[in-house]
């Protein structure tokens, strides 16, 4: 008996196919994803919202000096948070602006912002405990003003009392937020989504074009009655 040995079949190899992800993959992939824009919303949100509470303490007034009754010099004064505390403005647009930078920075980017954010809210701080911790030197500007005294020590001798609002505490509340969503934000910035793809870069790649036609070439081709153009 002869054995009959089976030819092998020619022809194209199927490659193996790929497991496509289930259900429970995608539920968790698109959960995942929302988390993150989720987090990231929320840190820029509560920047956002403590920059411009910032803006808005600086237009506030912050404290009332008494004067000494002295001549012309007797009487209150209302002085705002321009006067108090006169950085306010800039810390508060820049953390605005960065916050816009922020927005559709990469991870690396993300944890230099998220410092200089952090920046700004020590900053703010640093300007409220100024004022809460001397109102008379916060408000020695406004004395000068009024009275065309000028010095810082002589401004003080004029000043019989200070009554403080809430501004400025409130303003070192919003500083320490802001400070916390900057360090928040270093902390957790490789859980943000990334980047819109029309913030993304734009990359050039070189075409290859077809060699051009020799001259000399298409003249011996024509010579010889081959057309050159085929």
């Known amino acids: 008996m002869t054995e009959s040995t089976a030819a092998p079949q020619s022809g194209p190899v199927e490659p193996p196919r790929r497991d496509e992800p289930s259900e429970a993959d995608e539920l968790e992939s698109r959960t995942l994803r929302s988390r993150q824009r989720r987090l990231k919303t929320l840190l820029l949100v509560t920047a956002v919202l403590a920059d411009a509470l910032i803006l808005a303490a600086w237009t506030q007034t912050w404290l009332s000096i008494s004067l000494v009754g002295v001549g012309p010099h007797s009487g209150a004064l209302d002085v705002v948070g321009s006067v108090a505390a006169p950085a306010l403005s800039a810390l508060a647009l820049a953390g605005l602006a960065l916050v816009a930078a ?42 000068t003003e009024a009275t065309g005294v000028a010095g810082s020590q002589s401004t003080i001798d004029l000043v019989a009392a200070t009554t403080l609002t809430a501004w400025p505490a409130i303003t070192l509340v919003l500083g320490v937020v802001l400070a916390l969503a900057g360090l928040a ?30 001259p000399v070439g298409a003249w011996d081709d024509l010579s010889r009655g081959d057309d050159p153009t085929r």
Do not use: N
């Open 185 to 214: 934000t270093v902390l957790t910035h490789r859980r943000w989504p990334g980047p819109s793809k029309k913030y993304q870069t734009v990359r050039f790649t070189q075409v290859e074009t077809a060699p051009s036609a020799d």
């Open 102 to 143: 922020l927005a559709i920075a990469g991870p690396v980017f993300r944890i230099i912002l998220g410092l200089l954010e952090a920046v700004i809210g020590a900053c703010v701080m640093i300007s409220s405990i100024a004022v809460l911790a001397s109102p008379a030197t916060a408000g020695a500007a406004a004395v």
